[in-house]
């Protein structure tokens, strides 16, 4: 059964990076996408991107300027990295997988997440 | 790109049935039948609980459904249990460049 465990820094000021990780248990990268989303306080969900283990990512149109996903698939593990962070970026972030599978047809994706990490509270205040 | 629109909340007592909206747009509910639902409960990882619209995951039960018309997508409990309590979130793919848009959420009360 795959677990996502979810670590980094829970208190940032204004400017400073964000910078969480996420190891995968269970499983190896394979071909599925390995995802990061956030939830602000009192909002909903948020996608912020997704990556491969060939390295090949998406990110949120909103956020690609200041996002970064990176893999080790030595570690397997995934991290996320969110510059110049403002109150704004005060949210719970998760990490999820996206599943894909080989198939005699090709590779299908899947349009879901699941599962997640347990979520990390980032908070951003001077 | 927009967050779908969920209703702030919506209640129910032990047994009822409650159906929770998810409005989106022809460039994503409309257009994809790749609609997922997510309940969260404070403290915990999100649980997926419906993908492609209207498929349950193993060991979800069958008391949650989910449907689809045209860019409202829908998800129903049967039989509310106290355990349902929490939030869910709507989700669609929508498209190459917007990829993943989340609902704006919902509470769900067990009265």
């Known amino acids: 059964q795959v677990q996502l465990q979810q670590w980094g820094a829970g208190l940032l000021k204004p400017s400073e990076t964000l910078s969480l990780t996420c190891a995968v248990y269970g499983e190896s990268f394979s071909y599925n996408y390995w995802t990061w989303m956030r939830q602000p306080p009192g909002k909903g969900l948020e996608w912020i991107g997704e990556?491969?283990?060939?390295?090949?990512?998406n990110y949120n149109p909103s956020l690609k300027s200041r996002v970064t996903i990176s893999i080790d698939t030595s570690k397997n593990q995934f991290s996320l990295k969110l510059t110049s962070v403002t109150a704004a970026d005060t949210a719970v972030y998760y990490c999820?997988?996206?599943?894909?599978?080989?198939?005699?047809?090709?590779?299908?994706?899947?349009?879901?997440?699941?599962?997640w990490g347990q979520g990390t509270l980032v908070t951003v205040s001077s | 790109q927009s967050a779908l629109t969920q209703p702030r909340s919506v209640s129910g007592s032990p047994g009822q049935s409650v159906t929770i909206s998810c409005t989106g747009t022809s460039s994503d509910v409309d257009n994809y039948n790749y609609v997922s639902w997510y309940q969260l409960h404070p403290g915990k990882a999100p649980k997926l609980i419906i993908y492609d619209v209207s498929k349950r995951p193993s060991g979800v039960p069958d008391r949650f459904s989910g449907s689809k018309s045209g860019n409202t997508a829908s998800l129903t409990i049967s039989g509310l249990q106290a355990e349902d309590e929490a939030d869910y979130n709507c989700c669609s793919y929508g498209g190459r460049y917007s990829f993943y848009v989340f609902g704006t959420g919902t509470t769900v009360t067990v009265l």
């Open positions: 999820a997988r996206r599943p894909r599978t080989l198939t005699p047809a090709g590779v299908v994706s899947g349009r879901w997440f699941d599962p």
């Open positions: 990556i491969n283990q060939s390295g090949s990512t």
